[in-house]
Protein backbone atom coordinates (compact mmCIF):
# COMPACT_ATOMS: atom_id res chain seq x y z
CA UNK A 1 0.00 0.00 0.00
CA UNK A 2 1.38 3.37 -1.06
CA UNK A 3 1.54 6.02 2.00
CA UNK A 4 3.25 9.36 1.91
CA UNK A 5 3.54 10.92 5.61
CA UNK A 6 4.43 14.80 5.67
CA UNK A 7 5.47 16.12 9.15
CA UNK A 8 7.84 18.89 10.50
CA UNK A 9 5.00 21.50 10.38
CA UNK A 10 4.35 24.04 12.95
CA UNK A 11 4.57 27.73 13.86
CA UNK A 12 7.33 29.72 12.41
CA UNK A 13 7.56 33.54 12.50
CA UNK A 14 8.41 36.01 9.24
CA UNK A 15 11.65 35.52 8.45
CA UNK A 16 12.57 31.98 9.98
CA UNK A 17 13.03 28.61 8.24
CA UNK A 18 11.39 25.02 8.59
CA UNK A 19 11.96 21.95 6.98
CA UNK A 20 9.63 19.66 6.41
CA UNK A 21 10.09 15.72 5.40
CA UNK A 22 7.94 13.38 3.86
CA UNK A 23 8.28 9.51 4.71
CA UNK A 24 7.12 7.71 0.93
CA UNK A 25 6.52 3.49 1.29
CA UNK A 26 4.76 0.99 -0.51
CA UNK A 27 6.64 1.24 -4.19
CA UNK A 28 10.30 2.09 -5.27
CA UNK A 29 10.27 5.32 -4.04
CA UNK A 30 13.96 6.49 -5.99
CA UNK A 31 12.62 5.69 -9.36
CA UNK A 32 9.84 8.43 -9.27
CA UNK A 33 9.71 12.48 -9.48
CA UNK A 34 8.34 13.32 -6.22
CA UNK A 35 6.38 16.87 -5.48
CA UNK A 36 5.34 19.04 -3.15
CA UNK A 37 1.60 21.16 -3.44
CA UNK A 38 0.64 23.62 -1.24
CA UNK A 39 -2.94 24.87 0.26
CA UNK A 40 -3.50 28.17 2.06
CA UNK A 41 -6.50 28.42 4.23
CA UNK A 42 -9.63 28.29 1.79
CA UNK A 43 -7.85 28.61 -1.06
CA UNK A 44 -7.08 26.02 -3.39
CA UNK A 45 -3.81 23.83 -4.80
CA UNK A 46 -0.58 25.29 -5.86
CA UNK A 47 2.42 23.40 -6.93
CA UNK A 48 5.26 24.55 -5.13
CA UNK A 49 8.29 22.18 -6.66
CA UNK A 50 9.09 18.85 -7.68
CA UNK A 51 12.90 16.99 -7.96
CA UNK A 52 12.80 14.41 -10.08
CA UNK A 53 15.01 10.94 -9.57
CA UNK A 54 19.03 9.82 -10.10
CA UNK A 55 18.23 9.17 -13.63
CA UNK A 56 17.36 13.03 -14.27
CA UNK A 57 20.33 14.35 -11.63
CA UNK A 58 17.84 15.44 -8.79
CA UNK A 59 17.11 18.46 -11.10
CA UNK A 60 14.34 20.39 -9.20
CA UNK A 61 12.02 23.11 -10.66
CA UNK A 62 10.03 25.61 -8.23
CA UNK A 63 6.81 27.64 -8.38
CA UNK A 64 7.77 31.19 -9.11
CA UNK A 65 6.42 32.12 -6.06
CA UNK A 66 8.72 30.45 -3.59
CA UNK A 67 12.13 30.05 -6.12
CA UNK A 68 15.37 30.91 -4.29
CA UNK A 69 13.72 30.51 -1.14
CA UNK A 70 12.79 26.72 -0.97
CA UNK A 71 15.11 23.74 -1.58
CA UNK A 72 13.63 20.07 -2.21
CA UNK A 73 15.97 17.16 -1.58
CA UNK A 74 15.72 13.72 -1.01
CA UNK A 75 17.14 10.80 0.32
CA UNK A 76 16.73 7.63 -1.79
CA UNK A 77 18.05 5.68 0.94
CA UNK A 78 15.91 6.09 3.22
CA UNK A 79 12.59 6.75 0.86
CA UNK A 80 12.34 10.67 2.38
CA UNK A 81 12.04 13.90 0.72
CA UNK A 82 12.53 16.82 2.53
CA UNK A 83 11.05 20.70 1.52
CA UNK A 84 13.72 23.37 3.17
CA UNK A 85 11.95 26.44 3.34
CA UNK A 86 13.57 29.88 4.10
CA UNK A 87 12.99 33.51 4.46
CA UNK A 88 9.06 32.54 5.40
CA UNK A 89 6.78 35.17 4.60
CA UNK A 90 3.06 35.44 6.01
CA UNK A 91 1.59 34.19 2.41
CA UNK A 92 3.73 31.07 2.94
CA UNK A 93 1.01 30.00 5.37
CA UNK A 94 -0.68 26.31 4.53
CA UNK A 95 -0.95 22.68 4.35
CA UNK A 96 1.83 21.77 2.21
CA UNK A 97 1.27 17.90 1.22
CA UNK A 98 3.38 15.51 -0.57
CA UNK A 99 2.38 13.63 -4.05
CA UNK A 100 3.65 11.04 -6.26
CA UNK A 101 3.17 11.98 -9.33
CA UNK A 102 3.08 9.59 -12.33
CA UNK A 103 4.54 11.04 -15.51
CA UNK A 104 3.18 8.75 -18.89
CA UNK A 105 1.56 10.85 -21.49
CA UNK A 106 0.49 13.43 -19.07
CA UNK A 107 2.23 14.63 -15.67
CA UNK A 108 -0.68 13.87 -12.37
CA UNK A 109 -0.73 13.05 -8.89
CA UNK A 110 -1.96 9.76 -7.59
CA UNK A 111 -1.35 9.39 -4.23
CA UNK A 112 -1.18 12.16 -1.76
CA UNK A 113 -0.38 12.36 2.03
CA UNK A 114 -2.36 14.21 4.64
CA UNK A 115 -0.42 17.08 4.36
CA UNK A 116 1.37 19.03 7.36
CA UNK A 117 -0.03 22.41 8.50
CA UNK A 118 2.57 25.19 8.14
CA UNK A 119 1.39 28.89 9.98
CA UNK A 120 3.64 31.82 9.50
CA UNK A 121 2.99 34.76 11.97
CA UNK A 122 4.96 36.64 14.80
CA UNK B 1 3.02 31.37 -16.73
CA UNK B 2 0.12 29.11 -17.76
CA UNK B 3 -3.43 29.74 -16.22
CA UNK B 4 -6.50 27.27 -16.11
CA UNK B 5 -9.82 28.72 -15.41
CA UNK B 6 -12.63 27.26 -13.43
CA UNK B 7 -16.27 28.69 -12.22
CA UNK B 8 -16.01 29.24 -8.61
CA UNK B 9 -19.22 27.02 -8.09
CA UNK B 10 -21.63 24.69 -9.58
CA UNK B 11 -24.92 23.82 -8.58
CA UNK B 12 -27.02 20.95 -9.14
CA UNK B 13 -29.75 18.72 -7.97
CA UNK B 14 -29.42 15.13 -7.20
CA UNK B 15 -29.53 12.29 -9.91
CA UNK B 16 -28.93 15.23 -12.53
CA UNK B 17 -25.58 15.71 -14.51
CA UNK B 18 -22.81 18.03 -13.38
CA UNK B 19 -20.57 19.85 -15.85
CA UNK B 20 -17.59 21.35 -14.75
CA UNK B 21 -15.14 22.99 -17.13
CA UNK B 22 -11.57 24.10 -17.01
CA UNK B 23 -10.14 26.55 -19.80
CA UNK B 24 -6.60 27.12 -20.58
CA UNK B 25 -4.80 28.36 -23.78
CA UNK B 26 -5.06 25.24 -26.32
CA UNK B 27 -5.51 23.05 -23.03
CA UNK B 28 -6.58 20.58 -25.54
CA UNK B 29 -3.12 20.26 -26.95
CA UNK B 30 -2.01 19.00 -23.44
CA UNK B 31 -3.69 15.88 -20.88
CA UNK B 32 -5.98 17.48 -18.24
CA UNK B 33 -6.87 16.18 -15.30
CA UNK B 34 -9.05 16.20 -12.46
CA UNK B 35 -9.07 16.07 -8.17
CA UNK B 36 -12.02 16.02 -5.80
CA UNK B 37 -11.52 17.55 -2.60
CA UNK B 38 -13.75 16.98 0.78
CA UNK B 39 -13.01 19.43 3.87
CA UNK B 40 -10.25 17.95 5.81
CA UNK B 41 -9.21 15.68 3.05
CA UNK B 42 -6.51 16.04 0.79
CA UNK B 43 -7.05 15.83 -3.05
CA UNK B 44 -8.31 12.53 -4.55
CA UNK B 45 -7.35 11.85 -8.55
CA UNK B 46 -10.75 11.11 -10.43
CA UNK B 47 -9.96 11.37 -13.84
CA UNK B 48 -6.26 11.09 -15.58
CA UNK B 49 -5.25 12.13 -19.23
CA UNK B 50 -8.12 13.48 -19.96
CA UNK B 51 -11.07 10.51 -19.96
CA UNK B 52 -9.57 8.24 -17.86
CA UNK B 53 -10.55 7.03 -14.56
CA UNK B 54 -8.35 5.49 -11.60
CA UNK B 55 -9.27 2.30 -10.16
CA UNK B 56 -12.22 2.77 -7.59
CA UNK B 57 -13.79 6.03 -9.17
CA UNK B 58 -17.26 5.27 -10.19
CA UNK B 59 -18.42 4.91 -13.57
CA UNK B 60 -20.57 8.44 -13.50
CA UNK B 61 -17.35 10.41 -13.87
CA UNK B 62 -16.02 11.23 -17.19
CA UNK B 63 -13.70 13.84 -18.74
CA UNK B 64 -13.52 15.32 -22.28
CA UNK B 65 -10.72 17.77 -23.52
CA UNK B 66 -10.97 19.87 -26.27
CA UNK B 67 -9.98 22.98 -28.06
CA UNK B 68 -9.06 25.52 -25.21
CA UNK B 69 -11.62 23.59 -22.49
CA UNK B 70 -11.35 20.41 -20.42
CA UNK B 71 -14.61 19.20 -18.92
CA UNK B 72 -15.48 16.55 -16.05
CA UNK B 73 -18.72 15.51 -15.86
CA UNK B 74 -20.57 13.61 -13.28
CA UNK B 75 -23.60 11.66 -13.96
CA UNK B 76 -26.45 11.00 -11.70
CA UNK B 77 -24.82 13.40 -9.24
CA UNK B 78 -24.73 11.64 -6.04
CA UNK B 79 -24.73 14.26 -2.81
CA UNK B 80 -21.80 12.61 -1.74
CA UNK B 81 -20.51 14.13 -4.41
CA UNK B 82 -20.29 17.63 -3.09
CA UNK B 83 -16.73 18.73 -2.72
CA UNK B 84 -14.47 20.87 -4.28
CA UNK B 85 -13.27 20.26 -8.26
CA UNK B 86 -9.56 21.19 -9.39
CA UNK B 87 -8.25 20.47 -12.99
CA UNK B 88 -4.48 20.60 -13.46
CA UNK B 89 -2.29 20.14 -16.34
CA UNK B 90 1.51 20.39 -17.46
CA UNK B 91 3.35 23.10 -18.82
CA UNK B 92 6.61 24.33 -19.43
CA UNK B 93 8.31 21.99 -16.20
CA UNK B 94 5.68 22.98 -14.01
CA UNK B 95 2.12 22.05 -12.61
CA UNK B 96 -0.57 23.97 -13.09
CA UNK B 97 -3.85 24.14 -10.94
CA UNK B 98 -7.18 25.83 -11.99
CA UNK B 99 -8.69 28.07 -9.49
CA UNK B 100 -11.04 24.80 -8.10
CA UNK B 101 -14.71 24.56 -8.62
CA UNK B 102 -17.25 23.93 -5.31
CA UNK B 103 -19.84 21.57 -6.37
CA UNK B 104 -23.37 21.67 -4.45
CA UNK B 105 -25.24 18.49 -4.56
CA UNK B 106 -29.28 20.20 -3.70
Known amino acids: EVQLVESGGGLVQPGGSLRLSCAASGFTFSDLYMDWVRQAPGKGLEWVGH??????????DYAASVKGRFTISRDDSKNLLYLQMNSLKNEDTAVYYCARPRSGSGYYFDYWGRGTLVTVSS | SYELTQPPSVSVSPGQTASIACSGDKLGDKYAHWYQQKPGQPPLLVIY???KRPSGIPERFSGSNSGSTATLTISGTQTMDEADYYCQAWDSNTVVFGGGTKLTVL
Open chain 1, 51 to 60: IRNKVNSYTT
Open chain 2, 49 to 51: EDN
